[in-house]
């Protein structure tokens, strides 16, 4: 079975704080993504990689960063965290094929104060 | 400006009838169209998908309709069962990328 597992289910920062959230994934997918999901607004998509040390933007990047040094990791940093950066947070994987269902994560909810 | 829309927040439906649940899209550039299936503290899980070449695909209760000409895509449950209890989204990938835009989910609440 795939596993994506992210590093934390729960996290509380401060407002200005640096964080990273990491996902890892064990069945060598060559995509990873980040999304965010927010009541009534569904998965927003942040960024993707499609291969190491590749990234692309998503539909709101914006106060957001990505690292992919290695295939099966994928991290993505709140430079300076802000209180409408609390959220459920999402990662999936899929194989470089389009349309390529995605395996997710269990979310990490973030909470900035 | 919402590209997939799942315009039902909410559904309720008797153990044992049919759940649909209703997506519409606005860009045709969509070539693949899949549905998850979200319980709560879990990340989404795959259902079904559909190319945009085809109108119908199914597996066991899940059925998926595609109607390209109205941009409009329909998951249909037979029978529903408690544990389908969840939140379901729709997506679809960008043809020629990796990326899709997921709608905003429908809470379905099947009773027993």
């Known amino acids: 079975d795939v596993k994506v597992t992210q590093s934390s289910r729960y996290l509380v920062k401060r407002t200005g704080e640096k964080v990273f959230l990491e996902c890892v994934q064990d069945?060598?997918?060559?995509?990873m993504f980040w999304y965010r999901q927010d009541p009534g607004l569904g998965l927003r998509l942040i960024y993707f990689s499609y291969d190491v040390k590749m990234k692309e933007k998503g539909d709101i990047p914006e106060g957001y960063s990505v690292s992919r040094e290695k295939k099966e990791r994928f991290s993505l940093i709140l430079e300076s965290a802000s209180t409408n950066q609390t959220s459920m947070y999402l990662c999936?994987?899929?194989?470089?094929?389009?349309?390529?269902?995605?395996?997710f994560g269990p979310g990490t909810r973030l909470t900035v104060l | 400006d919402q590209q997939v829309k799942q315009n039902s927040p909410s559904l309720s439906v008797q153990e044992g009838r049919i759940s649909i649940l209703n997506c519409d899209y606005t860009n045709s550039m969509f070539d693949y169209f899949l549905w998850y299936k979200k319980y709560p503290a879990e990340g989404p899980t795959f259902l079904i998908s559909i190319s945009s070449i085809k109108d119908k695909n199914e597996d066991g209760r899940f059925t998926v309709f595609l109607n390209k000409s109205a941009k409009h895509l329909s998951l249909h449950i037979v029978p529903s069962q408690p544990g389908d209890s969840a939140v379901y989204f729709c997506a679809a990938n960008v043809a020629g990328t990796y990326k899709y835009i997921f709608g905003t989910g429908t809470r379905l609440k099947v009773l027993a």
């Open positions: 999936a994987s899929n194989l470089g094929q389009v349309g390529n269902e995605q395996f």
């Open positions: 069945m060598d997918h060559e995509n």
